[in-house]
């Protein structure tokens, strides 16, 4: 029986999931919403089997599984309601931009006793479990920390334009949506992380997000984490973070290319995948089906988002 799912918000994310969950053998698109009508219409045509609700609280009247993919901000409500009603919730990150409101909900969350997971897209991903078992196993000798690295010509990036939050201070920027996913990937492999220093730069537009962004962190066993991001200049996108080890070093790239070196140039480790998007939702949806039905999963827990907020939060309000 597929698991019938709701998806709330029907941007970019929303509708690759309607895509994704229609291809998959396990999920069933039920119903969707977004206050767009254009976003509607084009999510329609990804899962034309799904009915247009008349409201978020319709959508998730009769499903098993509420994805929500709406901004931060009105997302916490929707999870709650979810929950309470006994529905799973698949959330996309950030969990929030409120960490009491995201505690708050964590702990609804917990009581709830849903299964719940937070989509943070290597979760589940090849490079990721790779990275972890290499580094369990002593593959990479010493483990000595990692390096973030993201740099983009403008922000929000081409694709992301029609979500016109991301370019706000309130929601959006690189650091929530991009930095946040590789700070996820280094507390996988590196255990939980104390920020010691960070400095964001915003424009002098105060309703804009940030420009540039540094940031030290420290693991609980004094791994040194750094972070640097950048928005401006001709170049091509740039994403990156660097487990690094005495004897070998993995970097991960635009999320799934796993290359290493053990003190000459890196190499991947892969051939190219057909698409890597694909391969990627693929394996979450996988890992959620499994949630669901009360097995281990690898992907992210609420609890696991809540930390990596309290750090980009953390970072983002810094101003030393």
Not at 164 to 178: K, P, Q, S
Request: aromatic share 6%.
């Amino acid at each position: 029986m597929a698991i019938r799912t709701a998806i709330i918000g029907l941007g970019i994310m929303g509708r690759r999931m309607a895509e994704h969950m229609t291809l998959h053998p396990e999920f069933a698109v039920d119903a969707i919403w977004d206050p767009d009508p254009a976003a509607c219409k084009l999510a329609q045509s990804m899962a034309p089997e799904a009915k247009l609700a008349s409201s978020p609280e319709a959508a998730m009247a009769d499903v098993d599984l509420v994805y929500l993919a709406c901004p931060p901000v009105p997302r916490k409500a929707y999870a709650m309601a979810a929950a309470a009603a006994g529905k799973a919730v698949f959330l996309e990150k950030p969990l929030g931009v409120d960490v009491d409101a995201s505690r708050k909900l964590v702990q609804a969350l917990t009581a709830s006793g849903v299964p719940a997971a937070v989509n943070y897209t290597q979760a589940a991903g090849d490079a990721l479990t790779e990275v972890t078992a290499a580094a369990r196993t002593g593959s990479l000798g010493t483990l000595m920390g990692a390096d973030i690295l993201v740099t983009y010509a403008q922000w929000p990036r081409v694709w992301q334009e029609a979500a016109d939050w991301l370019r706000f201070r309130a929601e959006g920027g690189m650091t929530r949506e991009v930095i946040s996913h590789f700070l996820f990937f280094a507390q996988r492999v590196l255990g939980p992380l104390e920020l010691i220093w960070a400095r964001p730069d915003y424009p002098a537009d105060s309703d804009l997000c940030e420009t540039h962004v540094a940031a030290r962190l420290l693991s609980a066993t004094g791994m040194p984490v750094t972070v640097m991001g950048s928005v401006g200049g001709a170049q091509p996108d740039r994403q990156e973070v660097t487990i690094k080890g005495s004897t070998q070093s993995r970097r991960i790239s635009d999320f799934y290319r796993n290359a290493a070196s053990d003190g000459g140039p890196f190499t991947q480790l892969h051939g190219a995948y057909d698409d890597p998007r694909a391969a990627s939702l693929k394996v979450q949806l996988d890992d959620l089906a499994l949630l669901i039905a009360g097995k281990p999963s690898r992907l992210a827990t609420p609890q696991e988002a809540l930390e990596v907020q309290i750090l980009v939060e953390a970072i983002l309000a810094s101003s030393h």
